[in-house]
């Protein structure tokens, strides 16, 4: 049954507790108010958390510097999209998670889903400030909670990021920290995003 009414033409918010109006492909419609879900679950903390987590290293490490958003938005164009956007997408899509603490001269495992094209994926870690391979691009497989050793580390602390190794701008080589796109993972438990760091000693 269609509708047509002046009073109704541009109707698209709730009237009272029972009905809504709105627009689908420009066409007017009706359908029963329902109050919205949103029961704030650990595992929906968790998600929210990663998100907004991969959004302020955006800002501060990509979107601030001219020739770093430049590379990215390069990176993204064929897909048609912003260099912010295909960040966004890929932390979103990886995770990366290691054991809170190691022993000295010996390797960590990390576990990871790996949200980028394999071919350009890899990982890095940070320790005082310093920033080293740990996977080279295309050395990632695949699927879900895959793992691969960082091989003797040495006592310190260190943080873990998946990261497309290929966007670089200007002479610079891998890794770089705007190359990263997560260094978390989704902590349901706790309801947080869980950071990939370890400490070893």
């Not at 029963?32 to 800002?59: E, F, G, M």
């Not at 080279?136 to 879900?144: D, F, R």
């Not at 960082?150 to 310190?156: D, I, K, Q, S």
């Amino acid at each position: 049954m269609k509708w047509k009414s002046v009073l109704f033409s541009e109707l698209s918010n709730k009237l009272g507790d029972q009905i809504v109006g709105a627009r689908w492909k420009g066409r007017g419609y009706f359908r029963s108010y329902v109050i919205p879900a949103n029961p704030k679950s650990l595992k929906q903390r968790a998600n929210r958390d990663c998100l907004d987590k991969i959004l302020k290293h955006t800002q501060s490490e990509i979107l601030d510097d001219v020739d770093i958003k430049a590379a990215w938005n390069a990176m993204a164009l064929p897909l048609l999209i912003s260099g912010y956007n295909l960040v966004m997408k890929y932390g979103r899509k990886s995770e990366i998670a290691c054991p809170p603490t190691g022993t000295a001269d010996s390797p960590v495992e990390l576990t990871y889903t790996c949200g980028i094209p394999l071919a350009k994926a890899g990982i890095f870690k940070i320790t005082d400030s310093t920033v080293t391979e740990v996977v080279a691009a295309g050395g990632l497989e695949a699927g879900e909670d895959k793992t691969v050793n960082t091989g003797n580390l040495a006592a310190g602390t260190y943080f873990f990021w998946i990261a497309d190794a290929t966007v670089l701008k200007g002479a610079d080589s891998w890794p770089q920290l705007y190359q990263g796109c997560t260094k978390w993972s989704v902590d349901e438990a706790n309801g947080v995003a869980k950071v990939a760091t370890v400490v070893v000693s």
